[in-house]
């Protein structure tokens, strides 16, 4: 388990809206190489790790996507927040803002929804690893 200190890591403080910027960072959200597909790879090849060293570095590594996840999540968040119904249609925003209006929600940058097919988690330690270096490679 866990412990959860109520606060980001490192603090995003953005005062201006900028949607266009946030339909391409949500990518890092939700996106095939984003921090939800990071975090949920890391979590769950740790179980099949024979090595418990390296297990707890996955472990360690699953968790950190985590935190990297909450301050994308408040990245896009404020760059999205109290849009005016002009600013959303002349941003482009309004497709994504029709299904979640300003709520956040994980996909890739073209709008295709977060889906666990992203990432993969085989149980060989160097298809795994492979895996993992290749998704980091890309962020």
Request: a negative charge; proline letters at 5%.
């Amino acid at each position: 388990m866990w412990n959860y200190e109520k606060r980001l890591q490192y603090p995003v403080k953005i005062t201006q809206t900028n949607p266009q910027i946030a339909q391409v960072i949500i990518s890092q959200y939700g996106g095939p190489d984003g921090e939800l597909a990071a975090s949920m790879r890391y979590l769950a090849q740790r179980y099949t790790m024979p090595y418990n060293t390296v297990a707890g570095v996955l472990t360690d590594i699953g968790t950190e996507e985590l935190a990297h996840f909450e301050m994308i999540c408040a990245i896009v968040y404020q760059l999205t927040r109290n849009l005016t119904p002009e600013e959303i249609k002349e941003s482009g925003f309004d497709k994504y803002y029709v299904d979640h209006t300003l709520a956040l929600w994980p996909q890739a940058a073209g709008g295709i929804p977060f889906n666990a097919c992203e990432f993969q988690s085989k149980g060989d330690v160097i298809t795994d690893l492979t895996e993992d270096m290749a998704a980091d490679a890309t962020c």
